[in-house]
Every structure is written in structure tokens, then in C-alpha cells.
């Protein structure tokens, strides 16, 4: 597993839901300089989509350079997320609405050597999760409606970046917030004033005419408006 999340620090995760899934292989290579790739797992049941399994999941981890952030929309996520951790992932995201043990399921997944995240859905509420936010190494909060890409950012969605992010300094916890959705030049410095360390990119990425330049630039973005 590799080292958790520094929330010192600001990480960019491209989303390969906007790649040419006809060549996975060459669409990875363009991300190399990223932190890890997002796999967005989709069941057709938690959210109106389906892309990857757990098998498609384990090439991705061989062919890729860098690490396998799987985000999992996916419904009997106690039953299904230790698939993923056995794929090889670095790190495992469910989401809290499709769970029904979240802290039985982290623990499971840590166990397995792989980071455990737990996602809201934009209208998902963070306070049932305040008193146990040190059960997990990633909170993703998300920018738009899952199930598709190209989505435009919920601003509204920054006063809940806040509250996260001030309840984990006031718990003194070393936890990382993941942003997905939206997520471009024009709202990644938002995004990081509020509070957020990870962002996972997709359009903004993959239609960009240099995607290494992309990656890069969020970066500096990010790091400019650090969250203090």
C-alpha cells in the first residue's frame, strides 16, 4: 500500500471514465505524471451506468505506472469493495449510502493493504461521519451527481468542503479530501481554499491538447490556494 495521503500536500487524480477505452494502455501513459488514476466502477444499479469489474480493475493496476484510486459507485458495497483491494488497488472509495457496516468495511479493506475512502453523494449529509472520520484515510466529497462525466461543479458544495476540513483539524486527524466532479482551472482554486487536497479531473484532463501540461497546472493551482 503506499504511504497515505500528506495532507501537506495536493494530488491529481485523472479520470479514465473521459479515455479512449479503446486504448486504455496509451490513455494511462498520457497520465503518468498524475498521482494515481481514478477508476470510476459503475454497476448500473447505484448509478444509472456500468464501466468496470474487479478483472478489468487488476489490468489496469499491471499496466499502469502510477497507483489505482477506485472510486466505487456500486450498490452492496460490504459484499462487493474487497474485490477491488484484491485487484490490487491502492485505494478503495464506497460510498456511505451503500454500505451498511462503513467501519467493518474500511477495517476489511485496510486489512487487504488498501487505503479505505467512504464518498457522499452532494446532498449526503458529513455529520453522521464526524465521530468516526479517523476510521478511514480518504473522504471524498462530490462536486456533481455521480454516474457520468462532464458534469458542471456544484458550488454549492464548498460550504460542505469547510465543515469537513474544519472537523478533521478540530480532530487533529491526518485525513484527505477528495473533490470529484467538475474539477478544472476555473474551480480547483476554490476547491483547495475550502479545504480539499485531492482532486480527481477527467474532461478537463483527457480534452486537454497536452494532458501532462494539464496535470501540472492544476497542481500549481491547487498549491497556490492552499486551504490555511
Do not use: W
Not at 7 to 36: C, Q, R, V, W
Not at 105 to 125: F, Y
Not at 148 to 156: D, E, N, R, Y
Amino acid at each position: 500500500m503506499n504511504a497515505a495521503y500528506s495532507t501537506d500536500d495536493h494530488y491529481i487524480h485523472p479520470s479514465i471514465l473521459n479515455a479512449d477505452f479503446m486504448d486504455i494502455g496509451g490513455e494511462l501513459d498520457k497520465i503518468a505524471t498524475a498521482d494515481s488514476v481514478h477508476v470510476d466502477v459503475m454497476d448500473n444499479h447505484f448509478v444509472p451506468n456500468l464501466t468496470f469489474g474487479p478483472s478489468m480493475v487488476s489490468q489496469i493496476v499491471e499496466r499502469s505506472t502510477i497507483g489505482v484510486d477506485a472510486h466505487l459507485m456500486i450498490a452492496d458495497a460490504d459484499r462487493e469493495a474487497p474485490a477491488y483491494a484484491e485487484a490490487g488497488a491502492d485505494s478503495v472509495t464506497f460510498h456511505l449510502e451503500a454500505a451498511g457496516a462503513p467501519i467493518k468495511l474500511a477495517r476489511d479493506l485496510r486489512r487487504k493493504n488498501t487505503q479505505a475512502g467512504v464518498a457522499l453523494r452532494p446532498a449526503t449529509p458529513i455529520e453522521p461521519l464526524l465521530d468516526v472520520l479517523g476510521e478511514f484515510d480518504l473522504l471524498l466529497l462530490m462536486t456533481v451527481e455521480p454516474g457520468f462525466g462532464g458534469q458542471s461543479f456544484l458550488t454549492s458544495m464548498l460550504p460542505k468542503i469547510r465543515r469537513a476540513r474544519r472537523a478533521i483539524s478540530e480532530a487533529n486527524l491526518e485525513l484527505s479530501i477528495q473533490v470529484d466532479g467538475g474539477v478544472s482551472r476555473e474551480t480547483i482554486e476554490r476547491c483547495a481554499e475550502a479545504g480539499a487536497n485531492v482532486f480527481v479531473a477527467g474532461s478537463a484532463i483527457y480534452r486537454a491538447q497536452d494532458a501532462a501540461e494539464e496535470i501540472s497546472a492544476l497542481r500549481d493551482l491547487a498549491r497556490a490556494h492552499t486551504a490555511h
